[in-house]
């Protein structure tokens, strides 16, 4: 019968590349005032001009009421609701432009403060 051999020598644990490394902690966007910074909408929209955020927020805002409307005319046919003919993708995805244009208004109006 084999017996089982169990080692005594201490296993020496495994280095990990993180080990040496501090972790890079996110930068303090605490402001004092009415308004905050540019810099915490982040690496880009930080340097696009308030002008070109309202457009923006503009075209989302379309999107959006142009897709419910047509869901909601695509939801007058007849059987529309027994087999689901009025959910369309495009329709979902225009969807999305509702909270896309209330985030790219604060934006707009963060950076017309901030004077860009």
């Not at 503009?58 to 959006?64: K, L, P, R, Y």
């Amino acid at each position: 019968m084999p017996r089982a051999v169990i080692s005594t020598q201490a296993v020496q644990p495994t280095t990990s590349p993180f080990d040496s490394t501090a972790l890079a902690m996110a930068e303090d966007m605490t402001w004092e005032g009415e308004y905050p910074p540019s810099k915490v909408l982040g690496p880009i929209m930080s340097k696009m001009p308030s002008g070109l955020l309202g457009l923006i927020s503009i075209v989302c805002a379309g999107a959006c009421a142009y897709s419910i409307a047509q869901s909601g005319a695509l939801q007058q046919e007849p059987g529309a609701f027994e087999n689901g003919s009025w959910v369309k993708w495009y329709y979902i995805l225009g969807s999305f432009g509702g909270p896309l244009a209330w985030g790219t208004h604060v934006a707009s109006w963060i950076q017309r403060k901030n004077g860009m």
